[in-house]
């Protein structure tokens, strides 16, 4: 089986309609849709889902996984069940969409070895906690155990419902520390948990990509093909694929090797040509692909 290649429709800055039909002209297989700004969860009805099937597969593609972006990490207490019940709106479209893969913000997965990130309440002084000004909030006593904890609990009932609506959830993820990884998933027992392979985020913080994927690659379900420079600094700065220090010569054909069989989006993140840079990363990446879609 070749590799897949998508790409998500939010990229081309248009409606959707014209974006899935802009999407076509790449030459991939399938297009990736946005349940926040594009299909919205809490709005979409049965008619107009199956207009958008619709007009997807006249453009002989296919609907290569959602996407939830949140603003806050998945385990953030601000916000936290408006932002458990889009997804779980957005965890319900897949099956209606022909597809199955949701992706969705893990944030940062906090360490359950360490006890507290901050200092407690109990060492906080009297005046201080009389002082209307002072800079403590009432989270600064959560420790990364407890953290780590809502985290495990949340995902288990997620993937319970996925059970139930034929969802399987990627985790995007804020780095790649596979201890915490390979935790994290020994603790969700309730239903099929996936990792998402972010190139750029692995770069960015400072990982091998063609390691990361070999560690884990029992557990990678997507791959967002986004590519990345380190600066001098040591942060890290998207760019488009092919332009970075991603080594896709190494990455594609391990993928395939591995036998592979999620999809693979081209993204841009940023930048003022995000379309241009896609269809170029796509243009890149089919070369190093053989018999690409057959």
Same mark, same amino acid.
């Given at each position: 089986?070749?590799?897949?290649?998508?790409?998500?429709?939010?990229?081309?800055?248009?409606?959707?309609?014209?974006?899935?039909?802009?999407?076509?002209?790449?030459?991939?297989t399938?297009?990736?849709?946005? @349940?926040?700004?594009?299909?919205?969860?809490?709005?979409?009805?049965?008619?107009?889902?199956?207009?958008?099937?619709?007009?997807?597969?006249?453009?002989? !593609?296919?609907?290569?996984?959602?996407?939830?972006? =949140?603003?806050?990490?998945?385990?953030?207490p601000?916000?936290?069940?408006?932002?458990?019940e889009?997804?779980?709106?957005?965890?319900?479209? =897949?099956?209606?969409?022909?597809?199955?893969?949701?992706?969705?913000?893990?944030?940062?997965?906090?360490?359950?070895?360490?006890?507290?990130?901050?200092?407690?309440?109990?060492?906080?002084?009297?005046?201080?906690?009389?002082?209307?000004?002072?800079?403590?909030?009432?989270?600064?006593?959560?420790?990364?155990?407890?953290?780590?904890?809502?985290?495990?609990?949340?995902?288990?009932?997620?993937?319970?419902?996925?059970?139930?609506?034929?969802?399987?959830?990627?985790?995007?993820?804020?780095?790649?520390?596979?201890?915490?990884?390979?935790?994290?998933? +020994?603790?969700?027992?309730?239903?099929?948990?996936?990792?998402?392979?972010?190139?750029? =985020?692995?770069?960015?913080?400072?990982? +091998?990509? @063609?390691?990361?994927?070999?560690?884990?690659?029992q557990?990678?379900g997507?791959?967002?093909?986004?590519?990345?420079?380190?600066?001098?600094?040591?942060?890290?700065?998207?760019?488009?694929?092919?332009d970075?220090?991603?080594?896709?010569?190494?990455?594609?054909?391990?993928?395939?090797?591995?036998?592979?069989?999620?999809?693979?989006?081209?993204?841009?993140?940023?930048?003022? @040509?995000?379309?241009?840079?896609?269809?170029?990363?796509?243009?890149?990446?089919?070369? !190093?692909?053989?018999?690409?879609?057959?």
């Amino acid at each position: 089986m070749s590799l897949r290649l998508a790409v998500a429709t939010e990229d081309f800055a248009s409606s959707l309609k014209k974006a899935i039909g802009l999407a076509a002209t790449c030459e991939v297989t399938g297009v990736r849709l946005n @349940t926040r700004s594009e299909v919205p969860a809490a709005e979409a009805t049965e008619s107009s889902l199956r207009q958008i099937l619709l007009y997807v597969r006249e453009r002989q !593609l296919q609907v290569a996984g959602l996407s939830c972006p =949140t603003r806050h990490a998945l385990h953030d207490p601000e916000y936290l069940e408006p932002r458990i019940e889009i997804i779980r709106r957005s965890m319900s479209l =897949t099956q209606k969409l022909g597809t199955s893969e949701l992706l969705i913000r893990c944030g940062r997965i906090p360490d359950p070895d360490v006890e507290s990130e901050a200092v407690s309440a109990a060492t906080v002084s009297i005046d201080e906690q009389a002082n209307p000004f002072t800079f403590a909030s009432p989270s600064a006593a959560t420790s990364p155990a407890a953290e780590f904890s809502l985290l495990c609990e949340l995902l288990n009932d997620l993937t319970q419902h996925g059970n139930h609506v034929g969802c399987v959830l990627n985790l995007q993820l804020a780095g790649y520390d596979l201890r915490l990884i390979k935790r994290l998933l +020994s603790e969700v027992r309730t239903g099929p948990l996936n990792i998402v392979l972010d190139p750029a =985020t692995a770069v960015m913080t400072g990982a +091998s990509v @063609t390691t990361t994927y070999r560690d884990l690659y029992q557990h990678v379900g997507y791959t967002r093909a986004r590519d990345a420079v380190r600066d001098v600094d040591g942060a890290g700065v998207e760019v488009g694929v092919g332009d970075g220090v991603v080594d896709w010569v190494e990455l594609m054909p391990t993928l395939e090797e591995a036998d592979y069989n999620g999809w693979i989006c081209v993204e841009r993140a940023g930048g003022d @040509t995000r379309a241009d840079d896609v269809r170029r990363g796509v243009s890149y990446l089919k070369t !190093l692909i053989p018999n690409t879609g057959d």
